[in-house]
């Protein structure tokens, strides 16, 4: 599907911004979906500010799965790996950082560090050439990477890259070993940024969000709705979300709507924008 033009001032403004914000803080502010933000500054070869990946690093306190049990990393380590992994083959970055090759990628998932393209080419073609990888064999290590990173939503470009594979290896290897994607985290993720969308059309329009659904931190009871809101027109709705290619509406989330105090309705938002309301009236059969 093809999605809505960049303007000059956009891509400015993205340019500006993009090394300082986190893409979900630049889609907010640009009115645009984080993929597209994320998108957009991968093809201008944007990158995050050195400082700004360390400071975000060191208020998460956040470890990824990958790296458990293997290394703690100090904000001085956070620092060093930030100048060095674009360009820098990841089994030099284990031996200088003591810690395994899966810990070096994981790390840099946790950062969004990517390799510089022509770095990355030149690794590929020292592997060839030293025959180091048999393009046909895959270690257990590398296997299981794959299937974490394919599992939790990432795309072929960033695994290929993570494991300095080519594209058409990875795609090969996923069809071979029958990878599925994590459907319930790819939904959840959805899900979250439907709910972005919905929040800001709703006060563009003046309508006053009272309280925000369960999975937006609110105080009701689980996926009876995602806002109550009140409309130009005063009046107060229960609304669930819908956003994506595949809307399914289940008739238990209709039961738990019924049962709240309000009038009930569906907002469905398409991949391109576009914003259906549909209240929903029950019918009394005989």
């Known amino acids: 599907m093809v999605g809505v033009a960049w303007s000059r001032e956009e891509v400015n403004g993205l340019i500006e911004i993009y090394p300082f ?12 979906s984080v993929t597209s933000i994320e998108n957009k500054a991968k093809r201008l070869g944007l990158k ?18 990958l790296l458990r049990g293997d290394k703690v990393w100090t904000e001085e380590d956070i ?31 946790l950062l969004h560090l990517r390799k510089d393209k022509a770095a990355l080419s030149r690794m590929r073609s020292e592997i060839m050439k030293n025959k180091r990888h048999d393009l046909w064999i895959w270690s257990n290590e590398e ?12 795309s072929l470009v960033e695994i290929a890259e993570a494991l300095v ?35 800001k059309f709703f006060r563009k329009h003046g309508w006053k969000i009272i309280d925000k659904g369960v999975n937006s931190g609110g105080r009701h009871g689980p996926t009876a709705f995602d806002f109550i809101v009140e409309s130009d027109k005063m009046e107060k709705y229960a609304i669930n979300v819908k956003y994506g290619k595949g809307m399914l509406v289940s008739s238990r989330n209709l039961k738990n709507m019924m049962n709240l105090p309000y009038s009930c309705a569906f907002l469905f938002i398409t991949m391109d924008k576009t914003f259906f309301f549909m209240p929903v009236i ?3 059969t005989p």
């Open 165 to 199: 594979r080519t594209l058409p290896a990875v795609q090969f290897r996923v069809h071979k070993l029958k990878l599925k994607r994590n459907r319930p985290y790819l939904s959840l993720q959805l899900g979250k940024e439907g709910e972005k969308i919905a929040e």
């Open 21 to 32: 914000h986190s893409a979900l803080e630049i889609a907010q502010k640009l009115g645009r």
């Open 143 to 154: 296997v299981e990477t794959l299937k974490t990173m394919y599992s939790r939503g990432d």
């Open 48 to 65: 995050k500010n050195g400082e700004y990946i360390a400071q975000k690093a060191k208020e998460s306190g956040k470890r990824s799965s």
């Open 282 to 284: 029950p019918l009394n």
């Open 79 to 109: 620092r060093k790996f930030v100048q060095l992994y674009p360009t820098t083959p990841n089994e030099e970055l284990a031996r200088m950082f003591g810690c395994s090759e899966k810990a070096i990628r994981g790390q840099a998932w």
